[in-house]
């Protein structure tokens, strides 16, 4: 990497090394230059957001939020590292929010993200520093505000996997006037019918509606869906710790309507693959077959991560003039995260080509066989692929 004069006193040491830790510390320093804010770096990732945003020109933009925790258990050095579920579990948490298509799933930007260390919170919609809040769904909570409050144009829906399943902030967010959509657990209770039952209970009443085929590693699968509503009435059981030590009481509430969607999938032989409980306030003109493909979009956070993780600290590796390198290849499969390269590596490449998953969807349509999705399976196997937009 060659480094300009104001850059040369973020790295003090070439990144060069082979080990992963050399090049997170490297990365470390790169973005401690007192000169820059974390605010000021995400000013250009903020303006390509909205860009890809008024480009989509869709009525809904899918909000999805996750967590993802770095492990410094062998930097010693590091004195901000924060504990997390055990002594030995210590480092850094970063929360992200990625806007995602509600028609093709394809990833838009990444507008705000957060970092969580033993010190506080360093978000990229501050320039200090800001104490820890009590939960990491406190935390969701003033950064769904902060993305309402960007009026990006088309409306947000935040998608969050189970660790949202709190009742207490859904009433929150619906309260806001936001739209959500959880993945539930099949031991919430909610209201069905004229009496309380479990979801996974509710799952069994309900009739179901072939959607769709899908291909997963190869192997058609169907796709089913149910959906009915329901009413949350059960009182919110908040994890804080009181002034006197002791975990707070139960927090009654207002009935909350939501509608339930269930999602199945089902091999050759009739064998249940996998299920999905899902939770939303998007209203009933988007269908439930809508609403469970866009939880599967959700996948695109976890690609998100991995992606920081395998090179998002080699910088190095940022340069997209030699072909077929890591920050290419992903700015050709994931142009919304890295929006400033993927105009490179078109140019380079001289024009612009679809990926080799696309020309696969062409060949399902012949066949007649409806476009995969991705599939979270056993041993976090999974099957993505560009989506069709929407007719």
Known sequence: MNCTGPLAAGVKALPDGK?????????????????????????????????????????????????????????????DRLQMTHATDVGDELQSSLLVSAEDGAP??????????????????????????????????????????QKFGPRLVHVIDREADSVGHLRRWTRDGQLWLVRAKGNSTVRYGNGSMRID???????????????????????????????????AKPKKIGADGRRQRPVPGEPLKARLVVSRLYDEAGHLVAEWFLLTSVPETVSAARVALWYDFRWQIESF???????GHQLEQWGTGERGSPIQASADRH?????????????DRGGTSR????????????????????????????????HPRFP
């Open 355 to 386: 990926p080799a998953v696309s020309r696969a969807l062409v060949r399902q349509a012949d066949e007649g066989i409806s476009p995969c999705y991705p599939l979270r399976l056993v041993g976090w196997r999974f099957h993505t692929v560009r």
């Open 305 to 311: 991560f991995k992606l920081l993780k395998q090179a």
């Open 108 to 149: 838009l930007g990444v507008p705000v993200q957060d970092l969580v260390t033993a010190q506080g919170v360093w978000s990229s919609c501050a320039d200090t520093i800001s104490p820890k809040v009590s939960s990491p769904l406190d935390e969701l909570s003033e950064r769904m505000s902060w993305l309402e409050q």
């Open 19 to 79: 080990k992963a830790a050399s090049h997170a510390q490297a990365m470390g320093r790169f973005l401690a230059n007192p000169r820059v804010t974390p605010e000021g770096l995400s000013v250009p990732l903020l303006a390509a957001t909205r860009e890809a945003v008024t480009a989509d020109g869709g009525e809904y933009v899918l909000a999805v939020a996750d967590w993802s925790r770095v492990n410094d258990g062998g930097h010693a050095s590091k004195r």
């Open 201 to 235: 209970a509710v799952a069994k009443q309900l009739g179901y509606t072939r959607e769709r085929q899908v291909l997963c590693q190869g192997r058609p699968i169907q796709h089913w869906i149910a959906s009915a509503p329901v009413v949350l009435t059960r009182p």
């Open 335 to 347: 142009p919304g995260l890295y929006p400033g390269v993927a105009p490179l590596c078109a140019a």
